[in-house]
């Protein structure tokens, strides 16, 4: 060989070398972990200075950490349909407890995206809805969509069966109902590890995947059930919160509802549960203790992430499907519009960017076009979320003027904008309207609504929200029979 080829041979390798090199370098992983019924309000690095959460402290410290990301769908269902299948609940009609399947045809979603391009993509546990309890009793797929996967896992846990000091609260005034199934606050302190419990498996299952596939792309779901009721975790957990006479419970407004509309009381409150300042305090405590337990699981994953050498291949995310409210305004629960319940914790760590805090309005929706983007990979214009990864170079961009979210099973919409909360019932208003103003009323006790004042507000938001809407249902799912009635009035299953 002459030595000007031998310099064009090598140049070639070069250059190939070069395109590996950069490929590799969008080639992320992605591990996107996600905690069921999470308000960003119980965790220490959204300011909770009761519940210690270090493992999700320290992802927060090298990402960046979402202050105002909103759900699309305040329950399970809806929420969980949206941000794996790319659109709002309202365009897919996915309002309940189904996969979106049926009603996306062939599109593929968030995880099958990366699937298609030849990443290993699975789930442990709960991605798409499965109810808690029985799901995770009965260790099945639930609402899932098996095409979305490479392979699937489920973890099998006895919940409110677990042998330990469990109590009903709910309902259960004089205290004669032992430890029950169902969606029902019920605290037990379990006997054994965290080995018994369906998150202890699926941190364990999610590890092996992760040194199993470590030298290919992967998309991996992990999900974890807890602080989903019942609220069980082993009894390590439990003793920063006990007694639980010690839990602070937010302050008590007098006339708090006075001036919500019907609609906007929660499903759930102290009163319809019947639960006492006691067992209020031990709500709290007994959700602490399994967001403890739940941020020991995350941390056995970001362990094998890292000891498998993935620091820098992984996009890490951290979220929750929707928030849950701990007894603000006497509600408890999900499904409720306000802050505590449709913001969620929302945690990004890219390899190489900068840890931030952003408050920018966020969706769990932007997800799927933003880890594409950020992974080289197409990203399909019918998406309805948007490509935030801006935020991840400079965290005061802002993508959105308001976040959208919805109840469904209230026919609640949520408009959030930077100073105002605006809730809506009905689509024509019929069921009344609230009007918050975040900058003052940050914690939403005094509703402007009906403020002669804030009319003018109040009709422009009307206005905003028919327009969303009408936005929402206009995307290339055409026509599609929106189905907004659950069968029947259940209560939420997951
Ligand atoms: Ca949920």
């Known amino acids: 060989m002459r030595f000007s080829t031998f310099l064009l041979v090598l140049s070639f390798f070069g250059a190939l070398h070069t395109t590996q090199a950069e490929e590799k370098k969008t080639n992320y992983n992605v591990l996107f972990i996600i905690s069921d019924d999470l308000t960003a309000t119980a965790l220490s690095c959204y300011g909770n200075k009761v519940c210690k959460t270090p493992n999700i402290d320290r992802l927060a410290a090298r990402g960046t950490r979402y202050t105002r990301a909103y759900c699309q769908g305040t329950y399970c269902g809806p929420s969980r349909a949206s941000f794996m299948s790319g659109y709002y609940p309202h365009a897919t009609g996915v309002l309940g407890y189904r996969s979106p399947r049926p009603n ?19 789930r442990v546990s709960k991605i798409y809805h499965m109810g808690v309890p029985i799901g995770i009793e009965q260790g099945s797929h639930g609402a899932d969509d098996e095409a979305s996967w490479t392979e699937r896992f489920n973890s099998q846990g006895p919940e409110w069966r677990a042998p330990g000091d469990g109590e009903t609260l709910q309902n259960n005034p004089d205290g004669k109902k032992p430890a029950v199934g169902g969606n029902t606050f019920v605290v037990v302190e379990a006997d054994g590890d965290d080995l018994v419990h369906s998150d202890g498996k699926t941190a364990k299952k999610a590890a092996e995947l992760i040194h199993l596939h470590k030298d290919k792309p992967f998309w991996l779901g992990v999900g974890f059930a807890r602080p989903h009721v019942p609220f069980v975790a082993p009894r390590s957990y439990y003793p920063p919160f006990k007694p639980y006479s010690k839990m602070v419970l937010p302050p008590k407004v007098k006339g708090d509802w006075d001036d919500i509309p019907k609609a906007g009381i929660n499903y759930c409150t102290s009163l319809n549960m019947k639960m006492d300042i006691r067992r209020q305090k031990k709500a709290v405590g007994g959700y602490y203790a399994s967001v403890a ?29 929707h928030g849950f409210h701990l007894g603000e305004h006497d509600f408890w629960a999900k499904v409720s519009l306000r802050e505590e319940s449709a913001a969620v914790p929302m945690i990004i760590s890219v390899p190489g960017k900068k840890p931030a805090v952003c408050h920018s309005l966020v969706e769990l929706l932007d997800l799927f076009p933003t880890v594409s983007a950020l992974c080289g990979l ?5 998406l309805q979320g948007r490509d935030i990864s801006q935020t991840l170079d400079d965290p005061k961009h802002e993508v959105r003027t308001s976040a959208f979210s919805v109840a469904p099973m209230r026919k609640g919409f949520l408009l959030r904008e930077d100073k105002w909360a605006y809730i809506q019932y009905q689509e024509d208003a019929s069921g009344g309207m609230e009007l918050f103003d975040m900058e003052k009323d940050p914690k939403q006790y005094t509703n402007l609504a009906k403020d002669p004042g804030h009319a003018k507000k109040v009709e422009e938001f009307k206005a905003k929200l028919t327009a969303k809407l009408k936005e929402v249902r206009n995307n290339d799912l055409k026509a599609l029979p929106v189905k907004p009635k659950p069968k029947r009035k259940s ?3 997951g």
Do not use: C
């Open 491 to 493: 209560k939420p299953k």
């Open 378 to 382: 197409e990203v399909p214009d019918r």
């Open 293 to 321: 337990y739940m941020d020991a699981q995350v941390g056995k994953v970001l362990d094998a992430l890292e000891q498998a050498g993935l620091n820098e291949k992984t996009i890490v995310i951290f979220t929750s499907d």
């Open 104 to 122: 996306i045809g062939n599109r593929v979603t968030w995880s099958q995206h990366f699937k298609n391009n030849g990443y290993y993509a699975a």
